[in-house]
């Protein structure tokens, strides 16, 4: 009987990343696949941005900015500055050091490379073991709309500091948009284990990744338990504006409504221990845990205690 | 009568752009303009890089770098480091403060803006009273055949350290390119008093300028006296490849092959001390000064030397 042993887990920026670094440690070395939301994706000063890609690089090769949240560790901001000086768009931030990421990124896409090899390289180049693959190669763009008018996703999200009230978010050209090849092949591989939705926002982080039809079919039939863990504790998201824009959406604030969103993909629901009472409520298999993770410890213990739930799971078909 | 007080430099890098200061210091302010070579701008790693026009803004704001002689004061390079760690092309330095400028070019042309208009700009911006302007909105770029076969300007110059022999230098696109409005109008105001050619690089820095149809003609129509200055000391250049390359051309290296090769445009040539005898055997007035330029006051004197050699002629007319 094969070992399974390899995990591929969905997600976006800071919040998910959290716990693929969880179960980067909980994982041998070179067994875990992060698709990552290309939503918020964007061009600006005539760079190709992957912010959640970016983070996710930075953060499973440790070199994350742990003051900021975002960027590079050790950042310089002369280019910053200087461009301020300039009169140019300083309204997103970009380090010196994140600045080579983006130009060269642009420059091997502008020469026909496709995102997924170039973000590949960048990892192998980083000494990561992990493979962090963008979920597409194609162009989606996360659009908000707004009561101010629509928003591009960094326009909304880091211009606009998710101020505006929200009243639709579309992706677009995930309709047309194909997974990344090497990403479907991660969920054949005959050792895969399990497959996670990290607990990042449904509705920016995620939704994306289910707006390409081949992701989501390809959710719905797999051989192995997806399990998703709730990016909500006791009504409340521990960071970013998924409470406020399910707020804004009109839907109730909580797990079960998360869980309800992922019905006919996930296979199991993870709930924090403040909302273990809601269990009974779901219909599929629940493990609750505490889902807070401050530490790297409590990322692994968390990644642990995801992918034994799995398991279970997995025996149970 | 009017007062003559403005003047045109015509400019490389470097070399030039020390007399240029000195003339920015012997005018009043705002009455030095600077028409820049733009024959060795490139494009690189998708920026749009104008490294005679950025020295000269450099040099001329007091923001330039005296250690290394080119790119900018209290730089810092996170981001070339960077790059070299993704793989990305690392022989021509980008500093981080120098790339915003690059970045913000890049993204102002992308936009349709002129060259000429984004220089200005910059210059407002950094608060500087001289007018730098290139030669030309137009693309221009200078290409030297070398027995190693066909190189662009800074694959030659900067990746090759000027070492293949020069064989040919040519100036792709200045047959249909056209000055830079802005520099023919700085020729034709009622208050100029000269026309002053740099010591730069005869070959690579003053004969982009020069092999447009338009700038050869408004200089030979000149209403004021065009003076040049000597880049050539005792048979040697103060710095880059300027005699090398004569030698290469088989070009006798000596400031009489560079005043008979500016012939028709020059009204004046300025010879330095040690080259004083060779006065006798050129065909235009000469001026003997020290033209070697170490200090700031070594700068303004040697402009201060030639505006008034470019008084006396402007007054023998």
Same mark, same amino acid.
């Given at each position: ?79 910053? $500055? ?26 091997? *896409? ?35 709309? $707004? ?8 326009? !909304? ?13 579309? !992706? ?46 390809? *959710? ?11 990016? *909500? ?13 399910? /707020? ?11 869980? /309800?969103? !992922? ?28 889902? *807070? ?25």
């Amino acid at each position: 009987m094969t070992r399974r042993d390899s995990v591929v887990a969905l997600s976006g920026g800071i919040g998910g990343v959290k716990l693929a670094l969880g179960l980067q440690g909980a994982c041998a070395p070179g067994r875990l696949t992060v698709v990552v939301n290309t939503g918020d994706d964007f061009e600006h000063l005539g760079l190709a941005i992957s912010p959640d890609v970016d983070t996710t690089l930075y953060t499973l090769c440790g070199l994350a900015n742990a003051q900021l949240g975002w960027g590079r560790d050790g950042e310089t901001w002369s280019f910053m $500055t200087e461009l301020e000086r300039l009169g140019g768009e300083a309204w997103f931030r970009l380090g010196d050091k994140d600045l080579a990421v983006h130009v060269e990124r642009t420059r091997r *896409l502008a020469a026909g490379e496709p995102l997924s090899e170039v973000v590949a390289d960048f990892g192998r180049r980083f000494g990561l073991a992990t493979r962090v693959l963008p979920m597409t190669d194609d162009r989606v763009r996360t659009t908000v709309e $707004t009561v101010e008018g629509t928003l591009s996703f960094q326009r !909304y999200f880091v211009a606009r500091r998710c101020e505006p009230c929200v009243t639709a978010i579309r !992706y677009e050209g995930a309709e047309r948009a194909r997974p990344t090849p090497a990403a479907l092949r991660a969920l054949g591989e005959p050792d895969l284990a399990a497959v996670v939705i990290c607990p990042s926002n449904p509705y920016l982080s995620i939704d994306p990744i289910l707006a390409i039809p081949g992701w989501r079919s390809a *959710l719905q039939s797999s051989r192995v338990p997806v399990v998703a863990v709730s990016p *909500l504790i006791g009504g409340e998201a521990v960071k970013g504006p998924t409470a406020k824009i399910m /707020r804004e959406l009109r839907l109730e604030v909580s797990p079960l409504t998360v869980a /309800r969103h !992922y019905a006919g993909i996930i296979g199991g629901f993870v709930l924090d221990e403040v909302d273990a009472e809601l269990a009974a409520r779901l219909d599929v298999p629940v493990r609750v845990a505490p889902t *807070l993770m401050r530490t790297l410890a409590d990322k692994e213990r968390l990644a642990r205690e995801v992918l034994a739930f799995a398991g279970t799971l997995r025996g149970a078909r």
